[in-house]
């Protein structure tokens, strides 16, 4: 089993930034690969960035491209997400999902283990 635990979100203005973090334990963190994803109101859950296992691989969203990024620290079993140039339509619950497959995976059901989420306000 794998437990996922996001931190960092809140409440920031358009332009800000912010840095979520996705801590692991359960597993040997290095094996997993680590996929966010974020859900609005009334919203699907849909696919923000990923990283494969040893941190050299990243996939993202064509609308966080040049403001998100997404890291890895698999000596402290923790992945980032670094979230630039604010704009309200960022606004969600942000959720870190894992699993073992070798490169991350835009597909929000084929992800086993996944956080509680965080929240991410952004006003205008």
């Known amino acids: 089993q794998v437990q996922l635990v996001e931190s960092g979100g809140g409440l920031v203005q358009t332009g800000n930034s912010l840095r979520l973090s996705c801590a692991a334990s359960?597993?040997?963190?290095?094996?997993?690969?680590v996929g966010w994803f974020r859900q609005a109101p009334g919203k699907e859950r849909d696919f923000v960035a990923g990283i494969s296992r040893s941190g050299d691989d990243t996939l993202y969203v064509d609308s966080v491209k040049g403001r998100f990024t997404i890291s890895r620290d698999n000596a402290k079993n923790t992945v980032y997400l670094q979230m630039n140039s604010l704009k309200p339509e960022d606004t969600a619950v942000y959720y870190c999902?894992?699993?073992?497959?070798?490169?991350?995976?835009?597909?929000?059901?084929?992800?086993?283990?996944w956080g509680q989420g965080t929240q991410v306000t952004i006003s205008s």
């Open positions: 999902a894992a699993d073992d497959f070798g490169l991350p995976r835009r597909i929000s059901a084929v992800y086993d283990y």
């Open positions: 359960g597993r040997t963190f290095s094996s997993l690969t």
